[in-house]
């Protein structure tokens, strides 16, 4: 039924219960995986000087890794044999995770409620309900 599924992460808790949420799927259909980061550099306004935009940038991608990296420990906890893609994209996240959705020709979404940088009711109105608004597929939130 689904063949390949998009799992954004943030590295929240509700982002790897999503993750956790979609090896299930996948391992039942087969499916592949691309897990994606979006690194919001709006985050990044209003800083002038360019070393510390640098180092922010950085402190960014490194909080990207960790994320992905926590998709693969999940993964490996399952005990799984599932195929997943690590993207890392910058921008706004919803419109990012729509994005891919076309370019990677997702059938699934399966994402957090709540971010690691939100409440949970922010999260979800901004991100999650987005993606939901507006995907051109099935998306599944998990709390």
Same mark, same amino acid.
């Given at each position: 039924?689904?063949? &390949?599924?998009? +799992?954004?992460?943030?590295?929240? *808790? =509700?982002?790897?219960?999503?993750? $956790?949420?979609?090896?299930? %799927?996948?391992?039942? =259909?087969?499916? @592949?995986?691309?897990?994606?980061? +979006?690194?919001?550099?709006? $985050?990044?306004? /209003? %800083?002038? *000087? $360019?070393? !510390? %935009?640098?180092?922010?940038?950085? !402190? ?14 999940? !993964? @490996? ?5 599932? *195929?997943?893609? =690590?993207?890392? &994209?910058? /921008?706004?996240?919803?419109? @990012? ?14 994402? /957090?409620?709540? /971010? ?10 901004? +991100?999650? @309900? ?10 599944? +939130?998990?709390?």
């Amino acid at each position: 039924m689904y063949k &390949r599924i998009l +799992v954004p992460t943030d590295g929240s *808790k =509700f982002a790897n219960e999503a993750a $956790r949420e979609a090896i299930l %799927i996948a391992d039942k =259909f087969n499916a @592949e995986i691309i897990a994606i980061y +979006v690194i919001e550099e709006s $985050r990044l306004e /209003g %800083i002038r *000087k $360019r070393d !510390l %935009i640098t180092k922010m940038k950085e !402190l960014l991608t490194q909080e990207a890794r960790k994320a992905l990296k926590k998709v693969t420990k999940i !993964l @490996e906890e399952t005990e799984k044999d599932v *195929k997943i893609t =690590f993207k890392t &994209r910058q /921008g706004k996240p919803s419109d @990012e995770i729509l994005k891919a959705i076309k370019k990677d020709k997702i059938e699934l979404v399966v994402m /957090g409620t709540a /971010g690691k940088h939100g409440l949970n009711r922010f999260w979800f109105g901004s +991100v999650a @309900e987005n993606v939901v608004r507006y995907a051109t597929c099935p998306v599944l +939130v998990v709390h």
